[in-house]
């Protein structure tokens, strides 16, 4: 067998494999199955390469394409990394920064329990408010699918069962996506007087807070709200979709 067709065979086999994993995640552990279509992704790479590299050795136009496929792999791949980076560096608490107010975005309900998205988010909220008695409290997030309640009812119920003082919390329920937590987040803020570009806290998952700066613009003061170690699986799937997330609000506005 020549090393033509060896590697013919070899990017075959690493696209099978690349299926069925993609289909292992997609519907059996499904909590990562952005990382499933990702591979299908991969796959159908693979495979276009192959052929193309099948072609190249008769084809001249098939080895042009099979150059240009390269250099929009690449391309894309240091976009990704360059996105990826990005959400990365806003992965932080700023304990510093001064804020006059706190916002929580919203995450799942299951009934009327907080989804482990969301625990941790009101746990790292609980924290951060610890020792700031007198800064209001935004929760925002409507009520979903499954949810009993809207996910700023949940939020402030658990806030204020672990001794936050109700008067502090300003619920917002009619959020159904970051943009309209971003834009009703801040209509209430103007209500409670804090001006426009004044510093204000808002607390998300880690891997979330990037885009949510974007959408906020001047005076967003990050609080990151990390997964437990051993969710490491689930908050890598989380971190590599963010990356396309990003994309989307930068080119799409969503």
């Known amino acids: 067998m020549t090393a033509m067709r060896r590697f013919e065979k070899v990017c075959c086999v690493l696209a099978v494999l690349c299926v069925l994993l993609g289909a292992l995640l997609r519907f059996v552990w499904t909590a990562v199955r952005f990382t499933g279509f990702l591979l299908w992704c991969a796959a159908g790479a693979l495979a276009v390469y192959a052929l193309l590299y099948h072609w190249s050795r008769t084809r001249r136009w098939a080895l042009w394409c ?136 808002v607390v998300s998952s880690d891997y979330h807070l990037c885009r949510a700066a974007w959408m906020w613009g001047g005076g967003m003061v990050p609080v990151a709200a990390h997964m437990p170690a051993r969710y490491f699986p689930l908050t890598a799937n989380y971190y590599v979709r963010e990356a396309f997330g990003l994309a989307a609000a930068i080119v799409f506005g969503i």
């Open 66 to 201: 099979r150059r240009m496929f390269l250099i929009l792999l690449a391309a894309g791949l240091l976009l990704f990394t360059a996105l990826e980076a990005r959400v990365i560096s806003w992965s932080r608490t700023d304990w510093d920064t001064p804020v006059e107010a706190v916002v929580v975005l919203g995450a799942g309900v299951n009934g009327r329990t907080p989804s482990l998205s969301l625990l941790v988010r009101l746990e790292a909220a609980l924290e951060y408010v610890r020792d700031k008695p007198g800064v209001p409290i935004i929760v925002t997030g409507a009520q979903g699918p499954g949810e009993a309640v809207s996910e700023a009812r949940c939020m402030a119920d658990w806030l204020i069962a672990h001794g936050v003082e109700p008067s502090r919390v300003v619920l917002e329920e009619q959020a159904a996506n970051t943009m309209e937590n971003v834009r009703f987040s801040k209509e209430l803020l103007a209500e409670l007087g804090v001006p426009a570009g004044g510093s204000v806290a």
